[in-house]
């Protein structure tokens, strides 16, 4: 009963999602499916809450890591709050009111009591209605007159460029790091996003703000004959190298018929698929978004397909840029992927770390200077 309530509360996550991108949408049977996997993975024990424990732990991790993948990345960190937040409020760890008031802030129109602060100083009457706000939440009370007795205090939090260490060396340990979040909210709304990633690792780890790197082999692996893998692509992305290289490595480099969609070409793609299906065969079907006349046909063909009508080798690839007319059942029972050119250094370096097999660095003739 605990896990089974701990899963569906992260199921209101990816049901969130969905208001945030189009071609974020997702099956109960995947999420089903991602279950049954984390309770495999899951490390056995014969105590009841350490197995809980073992299964709540491994089903978070498992979820993120499936959807992150078919995130991009400026949604990534929302998806991470998203799982932690549902995570506490199931556990009663965190008040939903603390919760709403981070997400929405101070809507009252008029202040309740007039500023205190100088015309001009730090403390203008848009923070002042943030504080009166967070005032009325009962974990808050007194806050106001905190602030208002300190002001020369208070303005540090504002001015420094620290500003949560400013505000943890006031306060000292009486509010929590979520707490704290709130009250920056309210006098430095500007520097909240580092101070959510410390949440975060501070209440469901590190790995929950670190997406692993894209690894197209571990979604072909997770894929079957009658799951469409769908390539969401941003400018500048190019995956269809990553593809044929993949494609090279499991033995299908020349089984792998890749086409353009575009006006006139949803026949030659139908045909290109009854094809594969029969022989084992891979198709890949590039920029769908530009036949939209076609999609309900791509619909009928995804719905059809069957370990017990098609050969057990078929893979259907596609990409398409996020659009509104993008097939629904395909969107919630393919495995979805994003492909976006990396951001940074760390990200660059990261992934192409990820690409380099040991076999490569020993098939050096001086391999211990090759990998210096």
């Known amino acids: 009963q605990p896990t089974a309530f701990h899963v569906s509360q992260l199921f209101f996550c990816i049901a969130d999602l969905a208001s945030i991108d ?6 109960l049977e995947w999420y089903i499916g991602l279950f049954d996997l984390a309770i495999e993975k899951a490390e056995k024990s014969e105590n009841h809450d350490e197995r809980v424990q073992y299964l709540n732990t491994t089903f978070s991790y498992v979820l993120y890591v499936n959807v ?13 709050f998203l799982m932690t937040t549902k995570i506490m409020l199931g556990q009663k760890t965190l008040k939903r009111e603390n919760l709403q008031y981070l997400l929405q802030g101070n ?26 706000a967070l005032n009325s ?21 504002f001015e420094q460029v620290n500003a949560s260490k400013a505000l943890e060396e006031l306060t000292g340990d009486k509010y929590s790091t ?28 590190e790995k929950f ?16 004959c009658s799951t469409p ?62 036949c939209v006349s076609w999609m309900p046909t791509l619909e009928r063909i995804c719905e059809e397909l069957s370990p017990d009508r098609v050969h057990e080798s078929f893979r259907l690839w596609l990409t398409s ?23 940074g250094l760390r990200a660059s370096l990261t992934g192409s770390w990820f690409k380099i097999e040991e076999a490569w660095f020993e098939s050096c003739a001086m391999p211990a200077v090759f990998k210096k």
């Open 22 to 27: 189009p071609m974020y949408q997702y099956s």
């Open 68 to 80: 992150c993948r078919s995130l991009f990345a400026k949604d990534k960190l929302l998806f991470s």
């Open 107 to 132: 809507i009252a129109m008029d202040l309740a009591r007039p500023n205190p602060a100088k015309e001009g100083s730090w403390m203008s009457d848009k923070i002042w209605g943030e504080l009166l």
């Open 137 to 157: 939440l009962e974990t808050f009370k007194g806050i106001d007159k905190d602030v208002e007795k300190d002001l020369k205090g208070w303005s540090t939090v």
């Open 178 to 205: 979520f707490q704290r979040l709130c009250i920056l909210r309210a006098i430095r709304p500007d520097v909240c996003v580092p101070v959510i990633q410390s949440f975060i690792c501070e209440e469901v780890g």
């Open 209 to 224: 703000i670190d997406p692993p790197p894209f690894d197209l082999k571990a979604c072909y692996e997770d894929s079957s």
């Open 229 to 290: 893998l769908v390539f969401v692509l941003t400018p500048g992305a190019a995956p269809m190298g990553e593809l044929f290289k993949l494609a090279d490595a499991v033995g299908f480099g020349d089984k792998l018929h890749s086409m353009s969609l575009g006006q006139g070409q949803g026949v030659h793609a139908e045909k290109a698929i009854s094809e594969a299906q029969s022989m084992g065969k891979w198709v890949c079907l590039q920029n769908c978004h530009l």
């Open 321 to 343: 840029e996020p659009s509104q007319h993008f097939p629904a059942f395909v969107l919630q029972n393919g495995i979805k992927m994003t492909v976006e050119p990396p951001k």
